[in-house]
């Protein structure tokens, strides 16, 4: 099992930016993708980001295209989410996870979660 951290959470305006990062340690590499999931109060768990470890392929929700990236630094094991023009609805708890299979028609079925961290954005 991958332990994974996510830090970088915190309280910004509308129209701000945040970084979020995410460190894995143990059974390192036998992750496929590295994502970002994202839960508001009073709602369900959503796909926010996911990459491909090896390649780097990207993917996102319609939410958040155009606005945040995914990235990822395979020597520190960490994975980042850069957030801009963030919106008082982005504000969740967003979590890190990974997927250990490879099957991209499975790409948003995680396995290894996160504890999460928190974003706040006030309008």
């Known amino acids: 099992q991958v332990s994974l951290v996510e830090s970088g959470g915190g309280l910004v305006q509308a129209g701000d930016s945040l970084r979020l990062s995410c460190a894995a340690s143990?059974?390192?590499?036998?992750?496929?993708?590295m994502g970002w999931f994202r839960q508001a109060p009073g709602k369900e768990r959503e796909f926010v980001a996911g990459?491909?470890?090896?390649?780097?392929?990207?993917y996102y929700a319609d939410s958040v295209k155009g606005r945040f990236t995914i990235s990822r630094h395979n020597a520190n094991n960490t994975v980042y989410l850069q957030m801009n023009s963030l919106k008082p609805e982005d504000m969740a708890v967003y979590y890190c996870?990974?997927?250990?299979?490879?099957?991209?028609?499975?790409?948003?079925?995680?396995?290894?979660w996160g504890q999460g961290t928190q974003v706040t954005v006030s309008s």
């Open positions: 996870a990974v997927k250990y299979g490879s099957s991209w028609l499975e790409r948003y079925e995680y396995d290894d």
């Open positions: 143990g059974r390192s590499f036998s992750y496929y993708y």
């Open positions: 990459i491909t470890w090896s390649l780097g392929t990207t």
